[in-house]
């Protein structure tokens, strides 16, 4: 489960708004004139781009500072003062950095903002009541790229520096009478633990929580800091632990399911959640704060609990407890509140049985988005941005079950249609994947209840706007952010940049001493501080220069555009594979009940309901892979098993066919689909050309190319890459048996870079030089990150960073002149499994590059069946052979012996 960066950070936005509204009427709190220009403002930020985006960010950055200065006057000895200070506290929390952070997300620099944040709290002294937005911030953001690892270095180094203060003494942060570095080290141990729970590891995030909650009672008793409560704290104690334990009950749901959660995990969350009701009602008892924001804690505390009790499974109880929740609210500006908590009783009203009462509190919750989007208020324009779709998704889940199938089909393409229009209008693809993760389930659902309606044309459709989704998600921020091909103007002036900046942290930041010497510039800390937020916004100007100027020249533009395209329903491709002759393409649809299978080919797509459940493909998918690596010999079982499963129920559709192209989904993607044994016990690697494919854009694009010709030069060349880093000799023998073998050709030729030679930045160079290279030869290490797949890489010479040739590197170079690359390395074709239907690895990579053919492994390879293999594979290939036949032919010499040997290399293009 990824942390929902956006909903985040707009959500204390929200928070901000309404604070500022709430407190803004009365006499003591700002000028409500302010407050009013803000609402104004930030309406006018949802359509505003460009230049007229930054000035209202300028003015609105003003206003914060303004209302912050008329705070500090307020006299903080009254109840009501000292209310309307937090709540000014809270806002400028918000608008303080965060207008900024919007803004970047909104243009997808995601990154840009973490190195900023860094940067700011690594090289430069921080005033103390900015650092927790630092760290607040970036450790989100890190957690938003999937950066599990960088998040959990970002948030101890947090902690860290909370212990030290705290050491010192130092205790007293943000508002006057809240002791906020106990709350900040309280935030930063929920990064924490979610980082951890991002990377499978339960018990240390559980363990985190713990001393959470430890760490919450040892303030509250603690008599150095009781008094300090009699004063509200922070508005997000309220939902700190629930934002800590719900991720993790997730991820245990994900990895071991519903009962799990119920048996072992509920008790100790529900644990979790009495100890913060104690604090809050002990907190209570002793006079502390206003009755209005207690009673907003006790809200916030009921939803969230609510959530975690549905995550697992426990509806009844959870419907009980929302059900506590004071729904009937006075105040309009106060009606997007209530939508979540809707959300939330909808969905257990569902889970309970109760559908009438579901659908009916859904088209109320619909009412009120409709109103929300006529007032404007800054609050509902917010939530509405990304939970429009939400309602009519779950009217349709509702619908579905009771069988009125085309009702569902009509909420589910309503929920669709809202999310193209998010899609359409947020530039970021970090963002929308973060806050909209739960949106697949709308595609999948909406696919199976259209071949259930006998409709396969529609549902082949739906299936590709679902890939296009998930391929924006994944690439389109890499492919717009390109360097290499920048105007030598742009480029020298993003150099001096970047030397100012260097030379800026070179600098020494203490304050000028009067007659003191010193090799090292002097500037005080503030004028620092100035300089490299100056540098670092002209460096993001420069970028946005650069991406306007090429964006009609890139490759790479028209790629995502034609993605897009299939998004919003304007173009589709998979008709190109409906009338295709030559090639039979099979879609798996697996990932949820009831599963099936569309044979697409001929002018016909073929739909069959598969007999058994995703639960059982999956469970015999893994016995049979397992099998298959360990090289055992019980592997014949379940491979059989899986025939039966997958492709008995097509036989008739696909046996006289050559060649197939398959479509995985979910757990079939780690699967061997050669030494799948079909009923006569042949592997289907000796009966088919077998080619795994993904996009349907990039499927029908390499189709045109064959029909075309294809674009094989008359000489073409092969670069291979060998034993890189040194640490694999016998791949050097591979490079020069290749190298032999392409010298006996009378068509091939080949260059060979072994060792050091095999740098990156040459490479580079080399590759961008069109139509010099046909094919690529990678026998080097192929690292996968599981947690973040385009920061997976193969290994060059360079013992640094700069030797990691990255997911988000190989997929944004236009290799389109290339026909082949083999990654003759260990799990090449293994990735994460993205929202879509692919996976994201490093052969997926060189396909998003243009490569029309790419071989690569699904598991470790001994380098004596490696070697036989590729020799006979070029072999084939130097004499005349294309390259889907090659794989074939020596795949088949092979499968005498155990398929561990031969079934890792896959195909992945067109067979």
Known sequence: ??????????????????????????????????????NELGIKMQKATGDEKVKLIKEL???????????????????????????????????????????????????????????????????????????????????????????MKVAQSGIDQCDARLKKGDRDWIAQGDDGIFFQKLGLMRAKALAFSLQDKMDEA??????????????????????????????????????????????????????????????????????????????????????????????????????????????????????????????????????????????????????????????????????????????????IGYSRWWPTMMSGEILEKERKFG?????????????????????????????????????????????????????????????????????EDVYNRSRKDWPEDLKKRRQKIKSDLDNLESTDGAKPTPGGKSRSIQVSPDEKRAKSQKLMEDLSNLEDEAENRGRESSSKASTTDSWRKSLLGEQYFGKNLVHNNDITTILFLVKEDPCWAMVIGNGKIIPVKLAADSTKIRSVANKFRKAVVAGRDDWQKPSSELYQHLFQPIWEQIKDRERLMIFPEGILWYVPFGAILDQEQKPLASRFRLGIASGMNLMTNFISMEKGGGKRPSKPKLLVLANPDGSLPNAQIEGKSIAELAGKSSDWSSEVWEGEKA???????????????????????????????????????????????????????????????????????????????????IQSAFQEAGVTSVIASLWEVSDESTAKLMGTFYENLFQGKNIPESLPIAIRGMTNQHPSKWAPFQLYGLP
């Open 61 to 151: 950055m003003k206003i914060s500072e303004e209302i912050t200065k008329q705070a500090n006057k307020i006299n903080p000895s009254s109840s009501k003062s000292s209310n309307t200070s937090t709540g000014v506290s809270a806002a400028k929390a918000a608008v303080y950095e965060l207008f900024f952070l919007i803004e970047r997300v909104a243009q997808g620099k995601v990154e840009d903002i973490v190195e900023y944040w860094l940067r700011e709290i690594e090289g430069l002294e921080v005033p103390k009541e900015k650092l927790q937005h630092f760290y607040n911030a970036s450790t989100w953001l890190a957690i938003s790229l999937h950066d599990a690892k960088r998040a």
């Open 206 to 383: 559980k363990e985190t929580i713990d001393e959470m909650a430890n760490l919450a009672w040892s303030y509250f008793i603690d008599p150095n800091t009781k008094s300090r409560w009699l004063s509200p704290m922070s508005w997000g104690f309220a939902t700190l632990f629930q934002q800590g334990v719900f991720p993790i009950l997730e991820s245990v749901q994900r990895i071991h399911g519903e009962e799990e959660v119920a048996a072992n995990w509920l008790p100790w969350a529900e644990s979790i959640l009495a100890s913060e009701a104690l604090i809050l009602s002990a907190f209570q008892k002793v006079g502390g704060g206003d009755k209005t924001i207690l009673d907003n804690y006790q809200n916030m505390f009921l939803q969230g609990k609510a959530q975690i009790l549905l995550s697992a499974g426990n509806a009844a109880k959870a419907l009980e407890t929302i059900n506590k929740y004071p729904f009937e609210r006075k105040d309009p500006k106060l009606e997007p509140y209530v939508m979540y908590p809707m959300m939330i009783k909808a969905r257990a009203l569902s889970k309970s049985g109760q559908n009438e009462q579901a659908l009916k509190l859904l088209s109320n919750l619909e009412l009120l988005f409709q109103s929300q989007e006529k007032s404007k208020s800054i609050g509902g324009l917010l939530l």
């Open 759 to 841: 740098k990156k930045s040459e490479f580079l160079r080399e590759v961008e030089q069109k139509d010099k290279y046909f094919g690529l030869h990678f026998a080097t290490h192929g690292v996968l990150d599981d947690l973040n797949p385009l920061h997976s890489f193969l290994v060059f010479s360079e013992k640094d960073d700069t030797g990691q040739f990255k997911v988000s590197e190989i997929s944004h170079l236009n290799l389109s002149n290339m026909g082949l690359a083999v990654l003759s390395a260990c799990n090449t074709a293994m990735g994460a499994i993205s929202g879509g239907n692919e996976v994201v690895g």
């Open 407 to 475: 009702e569902a089909i009509k909420a589910y393409q309503k929920s669709a249609g809202c999310l193209k229009k998010l899609y359409n209008s947020i530039k970021s693809s970090a963002a929308r994947r973060e806050y909209i993760k739960e949106s697949d389930k709308v595609y999948s659902r909406l696919v199976r209840l259209q071949l259930e309606a006998g409709k396969p044309q529609e549902a082949l459709q739906t299936v590709e706007e679902a890939q296009s989704k998930a391929m924006l998600d994944l690439f």
């Open 1 to 38: 489960m990824r942390k929902n960066l956006l909903k985040h950070v707009l959500a204390i936005f929200v928070f901000a708004c309404f604070s500022l509204n709430a407190f803004g009427q009365g006499s003591l709190g700002p000028d409500p004139k302010l407050i009013q220009r803000m």
